[in-house]
């Protein structure tokens, strides 16, 4: 399932051969939609998802027989990116919606009252995810709201690190992904829920206690409630030893750790 959450998901797998070698655990990318059709369709034991399932979909599993049961494994601070030369520092929700959302006027650095070394025509380059993301869900859904389409025109990426490594190589470009996958060649903005108030950055601790604007649950989905090997397997997840791994990957755990 989620691309934001594979990174963790697989250094999960991994050390839980160390835990219990007699499970193997085989983690699979491509979208939170990907995996929350796998698990309707009866092929996947769990579902990673960056987003919660739609009501259309949780329809379509108790229609063929399969009962989703919601975990959250870890919170994220949805991060908004631009190249590291950029003069800019935050945004407001509102700003981003104007550049990101159909009908937005935002087109240009210069409208935001900056300028930007490099880019091209002072054009503001919009990355995006690709529709079966869950981040593309997300954004849509915390920034641009229910009833606002995206602009046409961004260029569309299959995994959160391809939006980070574009934005870094593209001096006028913007993008949004998971806080784990911010490196030295991208700026990290502050994002504030409205004019006046104050520009949170994303960190651990922002994510935890919300204070970020686009902090988020990160979720796994069974088909019904675990049992066996899939249960203890869940149940470490959610354990100290389970949550210290999800915080080594930049993601904030679901409490305080002992």
Request: charge should be negative.
């Amino acid at each position: 399932g989620s691309d934001t959450i594979v990174n963790v998901a697989q250094a999960w797998a991994e050390a839980y051969k160390v835990v219990n070698p007699a499970v193997a655990v085989a983690i699979t990318g491509g979208g939170t939609g990907t995996g929350i059709s796998a698990l309707i369709n009866g092929t996947v034991d769990i579902a990673n998802a960056s987003r919660k399932m739609l009501d259309s979909e949780m329809a379509q599993a108790r229609a063929n027989g399969v009962e989703p049961v919601e975990f959250i494994v870890g919170y994220d601070g949805l991060a908004v990116y631009v190249h590291r030369e950029n003069p800019l520092d935050s945004l407001t929700l509102a700003q981003l919606a104007e550049i990101y959302a159909d009908g937005g006027p935002v087109e240009s650095w210069s409208q935001l009252g900056v300028s930007v070394p490099g880019a091209q025509d002072d054009h503001i380059v919009r990355v995006s995810r690709q529709n079966n993301s869950g981040t593309y869900a997300y954004f849509k859904e915390a920034v641009l709201g229910r009833e606002r389409e995206y602009k046409l025109g961004s260029l569309d990426m299959h995994g959160s690190k391809d939006v980070v490594d574009l934005v870094a190589k593209t001096p006028g470009a913007i993008g949004y992904s998971g806080l784990a996958y911010a490196t030295a060649e991208v700026k990290v903005l502050a994002i504030a829920r409205a004019a006046g108030e104050p520009a949170v950055r994303p960190t651990v601790e922002t994510a935890r206690d919300e204070s970020y604007p686009i902090a988020r649950p990160l979720f796994m989905y069974t088909a019904g409630q675990p049992t066996g090997a899939v249960k203890a397997y869940l149940d470490w997840i959610l354990s100290d030893e389970g949550q210290r791994i999800i915080l080594d990957k930049g993601y904030a755990p679901v409490r305080r750790l002992n």
